[in-house]
């Protein structure tokens, strides 16, 4: 189908979880805001930057994708970076995910590829690395360009 | 620690896969151009919107994580979306997917929660909706705005 370009951009990120309202709170301690209402539609949403962030029934997201679900707590194959202005940033932000509960599994260490970073599961396990890159760009908007 | 907001923002999905150079060539013949020299540096990066995506191996990003390897092919406990603006380019895109390597899971079909969707699999098993919201709004620019 020649011509039916994709464009380069993700939409939307939903993050399978086992009780909606607990991840909420989760990501509300960390300082983002819900936009809907999430315990009458049974799924949170996040405006983060150009996209959205979504937290659903880790099995009802599973059923969704056609797949069998599965345990949660391993590696799920993929994961999140959120990027920082400085190393001392990944540090405070570190700080602040292990206050609202995440599980540290890097403290902010110089890494093989010239930055600095270290890294949190959330509540559902879900990694996030949080990272200051020196070659790569955080805009004063978030966004990032390599 | 009162006053580190972490802001409402994700800068890098990196997803786990079995090569690098065979996962950036599905993405490529989706559309996408990627943005490095993956081949020299073992990781792909594809400028994605106001973020970055990135394709690496499933085991050393595991390990970066601090987490066990797992096989591939299951439910991750994540999904992707693509939204788009008409569910005529819900069906366009599947196709086009498809002839690019993707597993459909899901043909294009009214939602439950009023859209219009469909869902594949990248060769890696990560999944991507591909969905019209009509309640959402995709900017000209891509970006998705609850």
Not at 33 to 44: F, H, L, T
Not at 80 to 85: K, M
Not at 95 to 105: K, Y
Request: net charge negative; glycine share 14%.
């Amino acid at each position: 189908m020649i011509g039916v370009g994709v464009e380069q951009r993700v939409s939307l990120i939903t993050l399978g979880v086992a009780d909606v309202e607990r991840a909420r709170a989760f990501y509300e301690a960390l300082g983002w805001r819900c936009a809907n209402d999430s315990k009458a539609q049974g799924v949170a949403f996040f405006q983060a930057g150009c996209m959205v962030v979504a937290l659903w029934g880790r099995e009802e997201l599973a059923r969704d994708c056609g797949l069998e679900p599965t345990p949660p707590g391993g590696f799920g194959g993929f994961a999140l970076a959120y990027n920082v202005r400085s190393p001392a940033e990944v540090d405070e932000v570190l700080a602040h995910a292990e206050e609202a509960g995440a599980t540290i599994m890097r403290p902010g260490a110089e890494t093989f590829w010239g930055g600095y970073s270290g890294l949190f599961l959330d509540p559902d396990g879900h990694p996030w690395e949080v990272a200051h890159n020196p070659r790569w760009t955080v805009a004063e908007d978030g966004s990032v360009t390599i």
